[in-house]
């Protein structure tokens, strides 16, 4: 299968930044929340980014997903979906924090001003490390 490859986590001192991006209703945030339980479980530290400043109630959902695993969420009220995630990156290196998991907006690329903000998200995470992201996850379906 030649799309498929494994996720292998590089054992740095630098948190390794996800970034997921999607369609709408694709299962972002839920994918998040599981991957959160998955890298636990293999001893990581996780810290959840609540970048989709887009969608109502998006940053309630990740903080329930914070709190069912136990791991902090960082978001603002309002603001841009990048500032959030370059406060998380920062939040993590200061914290030795194992993963930064990035939530973003659902998209279509019909949606060009939200394609030009998951160019920005990726420009600004890029400023806060200069390899971030570290990969980046196209979430089609997460009910499969």
């Given at each position: 299968?030649?799309?498929?490859?494994?996720?292998?986590?590089?054992?740095?001192?630098?948190?390794?930044?996800?970034?997921?991006?999607?369609?709408?209703?694709?299962?972002?945030?839920?994918?998040?929340?599981?991957?959160?339980?998955?890298?636990?479980?293999?001893?990581?530290?996780?810290?959840?980014?609540?970048?989709?400043?887009?969608?109502?109630?998006?940053?309630?959902?990740?903080?329930?997903?914070?709190?069912?695993?136990?791991?902090?969420?960082?978001?603002?009220?309002?603001?841009?979906?990048?500032?959030?995630?370059?406060?998380?990156?920062?939040?993590?290196?200061?914290?030795?924090?194992?993963?930064?998991?990035?939530?973003?907006?659902?998209?279509?690329?019909?949606q060009l001003h939200l394609m030009e903000e998951i160019k920005k998200v990726k420009r600004v995470l890029q400023k806060a490390m200069p390899d971030a992201p570290?990969?980046?996850?196209?979430?089609?379906?997460?009910?499969?």
């Amino acid at each position: 299968k030649p799309l498929e490859k494994p996720l292998v986590l590089p054992e740095t001192k630098e948190p390794f930044v996800i970034m997921l991006a999607g369609i709408n209703g694709a299962g972002k945030t839920t994918s998040i929340g599981k991957l959160a339980k998955y890298f636990q479980a293999h001893g990581k530290s996780v810290l959840l980014a609540a970048g989709d400043t887009f969608r109502a109630a998006a940053r309630e959902q990740l903080q329930a997903w914070g709190e069912r695993n136990n791991v902090t969420v960082i978001s603002q009220t309002t603001g841009d979906s990048a500032a959030v995630c370059f406060d998380a990156v920062q939040a993590a290196k200061a914290r030795g924090i194992d993963i930064v998991l990035a939530d973003t907006a659902g998209r279509l690329p019909t949606q060009l001003h939200l394609m030009e903000e998951i160019k920005k998200v990726k420009r600004v995470l890029q400023k806060a490390m200069p390899d971030a992201p570290h990969e980046i996850i196209v979430v089609l379906d997460a009910n499969i």
